[in-house]
């Protein structure tokens, strides 16, 4: 029955498209017309009562055209042939207007080797379990079901007496998206993926004359139903918060930091996956300009955008303009090897795209991060407790504030550190009102040891990083 209803709306979307391209090509050199069709059902909570259930299916088209090097863009959300005539007819009469682009090259075309073997399936990214569960009926008493398995779960992690946790707010998603483009060079494909995401936030207290309260957070994101624990991410948020109580304050200075997986997204999120895109890089945007080749971090740091990885949140056959995704190597032992490029970009700098065009139906693609893999090289690789365990002195941080403030052309940074604990001769001991601050190119050159906690969080896929030295604020 899903598979049915997915077939029918697919071919329905291909036929409007392929009516937009023909229709499109009357007028202009090159044509792209990029689809987007999603599904997805989404359950909010207050406290532990269910606030909100939304179910919502949506589609949109963009229509890029070229005419003399000149680019026209629209788009619009109703598969109506008055419509798809209209965002055509709109995109020429931007073109027309536009300035000669004297960098762009044309859109992307198919290549002989996609052509003969096609495209190459990532593994693990769709669940028939998630499809079904949008296409029933009952859908949303299921997901209202995973809802209180987190709720259960926060309840199941025991707390010392006199410590009280209640949860405050909590959400449940599950997706299916549908992606397609069709342009005038020859290339037609389609990609579909499910997503599931789950995270809880509660609020630890004490019975005590302080009055103190600390929050924690968890969360969890994956492509298939099953990889995720939903009792996990209640007992989790429940333990960052009841650890975090009775924080000390920590005098300033200079110190180690260990930064958990999620602290690394924060950071990186806003500082060197920019810093590594070709577009800032070649607006002089980015410290890394003309530094390919040079060392820019510690030689035992491997970075990888791989678009390919099994399982992975952001893996598809293809990025926003059809050219087949892959693993591409940007930074090798410390090394920047290469930039993060879509076509453009790509022509601008006469390298081949490394499929990393990003967008929406509504937007022009840009260069951007797919699964952005830390890796580690020779004999670094320590579990967090063992990394601690060699600290004298020194700070955790499961988080930080404030990381969209860091500066992308600078990379300095002041952020506030969320749920972090002092480490004392490898015991941990929570901490209170720090804030650390510096520099991220700095930050890359001084990781001493990478952890063996590995996991994703949105675009990141990260261990926990231990870095030699970084200024903590009290």
Not at 274 to 287: D, G, I
Request: proline residues 3%; negative net charge; contains cysteine.
């Amino acid at each position: 029955m899903a598979s049915k209803y997915v077939k029918d709306k697919t071919k329905k979307m291909l036929d409007f498209m392929h009516e937009g391209l023909k229709l499109a090509l009357k007028s202009c050199d090159q044509a792209e017309i990029y689809g987007e069709r999603s599904d997805v059902l989404s359950i909010d909570l207050e406290r532990e009562e269910v606030k909100k259930v939304k179910h919502v299916k949506s589609t949109g088209i963009g229509v890029r055209v070229v005419i003399s090097n000149k680019i026209g863009f629209s788009h619009t959300t109703a598969l109506e042939k008055v419509k798809i005539e209209e965002c055509v007819a709109h995109a020429i009469k931007q073109a027309r207007v536009s300035e000669r682009d004297k960098y762009f090259h044309g859109l992307p075309a198919l290549m002989a080797e996609t052509s003969k073997q096609g495209y190459k399936e990532p593994e693990k990214t769709f669940d028939r379990r998630i499809v079904a569960l949008l296409g029933i009926e009952g859908g949303s008493e299921d997901a209202i079901a995973y809802c209180k398995e987190m709720l259960t779960g926060m309840k199941e992690h025991k707390v010392k007496k006199g410590v009280r946790c209640t949860p405050t707010e909590g959400s449940f998603a599950a997706a299916f998206d549908e992606t397609f483009i069709l342009n005038s060079e020859g290339i037609e494909t389609r990609d579909a993926g499910t997503y599931v995401s789950a995270g809880i936030a509660v609020v630890a207290s004490e019975d005590s004359s302080s009055g103190e309260e600390i929050s924690g957070y968890e969360s969890k994101v994956s492509r298939m139903l099953d990889d995720i624990d939903f009792g996990w991410i209640g007992q989790e948020a429940v333990k960052i918060a009841v650890d975090s109580l009775g924080g000390k304050q920590l005098k300033t200075k200079e110190l180690p930091v260990v930064f958990s997986p999620k602290a690394v997204q924060s950071l990186f999120a806003y500082t060197v996956i920019p810093q590594l895109s070709a577009e800032n890089v070649q607006r002089k945007q980015s410290p890394y300009h003309g530094k390919k080749g040079t060392v820019i971090a510690s030689e035992i740091l491997t970075i990888v955008d791989d678009g390919t990885m099994p399982s992975g949140v952001n893996s598809g056959k293809m990025d926003g303009e059809g050219v087949p995704a892959q693993p591409t190597t940007v930074v090798d032992k410390g090394v920047l090897r290469n930039f993060l490029y879509d076509s453009y970009t790509a022509n601008k700098d006469r390298v081949e795209s490394t499929g990393n065009a990003l967008r929406s139906f509504d937007s022009l693609p840009a260069p951007g991060a797919t699964n952005f893999i830390i890796k580690e090289e020779g004999k670094s690789r320590a579990s967090k407790e063992e990394i601690i365990g060699d600290i004298k002195e020194g700070l955790f941080i499961n988080d930080v504030i404030g990381a969209h403030t860091a500066s992308r052309a600078s990379g300095d940074f002041s952020v506030v550190a969320q749920n972090a604990f002092g480490i004392k001769n490898g015991d941990l001991f929570p901490v209170k009102h720090v804030m650390i601050a510096g520099n991220m190119q700095e930050v890359l050159k001084h990781v001493e040891m990478i952890g063996d906690d590995t996991r994703q969080i949105y675009n990141v896929v990260s261990p926990s990083l231990m870095v030699s030295k970084v200024q903590v604020i009290a």
